[in-house]
């Protein structure tokens, strides 16, 4: 992407290497039934917040041109960055299938969930919030995070008239790695993330929403076997009620089967509840784990 960029005015429409290679990558996502193509340029706009959002604009077209009808996820953390995405994906008088836009939280949704009015679009509600956590080790207890995501799928269907399926919530994911809670008694962070999915999907009033995770990110500074893990915490949390994730389509995700150890040390975080014994069966499974993709003893 940065390549590209810096291949100036033309970058997005003349032929060069770089554009070839995004060019192939949107298509073989959507070659391995990708539902939407996911974009993500907040990396370019920390200096220069316009920077990201002329980017945007132009891989939405590149979506539009070489996605073979699959639609964007404009993803962002920026409000400004979403609005040029989702505006430009309705430039134009081609009709185009809904896109997904990633995402609003309790305290943006009244800014975004209005666009509603004009465009048509499906959403992900991430499960943050800027009010100071009263969970036990000052972190956003399963409660907390379900009360959330109530709030905006409130918002969503009574207010602007989004129907259930078309929101998608994120409980968010934290690296296996360092999901060690900080005070004895709180939960884990995956034990958290997975239990507030099936929180969401047991609620009748919210029945027909999705609940979405950045997978990846399970795996961040493991040593080994990364993209195992990331199978094993999709296979875990689908049972918890996952029906969708930021995923490298590629890997068949949910479809391969999982390796039976990688399972139970996912297993494990997603039983992280407080107690000192789960906190212990972690951590025991994770060093073993880690001894063994480092070839020590």
Avoid at 5 to 17: Q, R
Avoid at 19 to 44: C, H, M, P, R, T
């Amino acid at each position: 992407m940065r390549q590209l960029a810096e291949l100036g005015a033309e970058a997005y429409s003349k032929p060069s290497d770089q554009l070839d290679y995004i060019k192939d990558l949107i298509e073989s996502q959507v070659a391995d039934g990708a539902d939407y193509i996911a974009v993500n340029l907040d990396a370019f706009g920390e200096s220069d917040p316009a920077v990201a959002v002329q980017m945007m604009v132009e891989y939405v077209r590149l979506i539009r041109r070489f996605g073979r009808g699959v639609p964007v996820c404009i993803d962002s953390s920026d409000n400004n960055i979403l609005t040029a995405g989702l505006e430009e994906w309705y430039t134009g008088d081609q009709a185009v299938p809904q896109p997904l836009l990633n995402s609003v939280k309790d305290y943006t949704m009244t800014a975004m969930l209005p666009l509603k009015k004009e465009f048509d679009y499906a959403v992900v509600g991430l499960l943050v919030s800027e009010e100071a956590a009263a969970g036990p080790g000052d972190s956003h207890s399963v409660d907390e995070l379900y009360c959330l995501a109530k709030r905006i799928f409130d918002c969503a269907v009574g207010e602007y008239g989004f129907k259930a399926g078309e929101i998608f919530f994120d409980s968010t994911v934290f690296p296996l790695a360092i999901d060690m809670p900080m005070q004895p008694g709180a939960a884990g962070y995956t034990y958290r993330a997975f239990e507030t999915i099936k929180k969401i999907k047991n609620d009748p009033a919210m029945a027909g929403v999705h609940c979405s995770l950045g997978v990846s990110n399970c795996a961040r500074d493991l040593p080994a076997r990364k993209v195992g893990i990331c199978r094993a915490y999709v296979a875990k949390a689908m049972e918890y009620g996952l029906d969708a994730g930021i995923v490298n389509t590629a890997h068949h995700f949910g479809e391969s089967p999982a390796a039976p150890e990688l399972l139970e040390l996912v297993d494990a975080y997603a039983k992280m509840d407080g107690s000192a014994e789960a906190m212990m069966r972690a951590m025991d499974l994770m060093g073993q784990f880690c001894r063994a993709s480092r070839g020590t003893s």
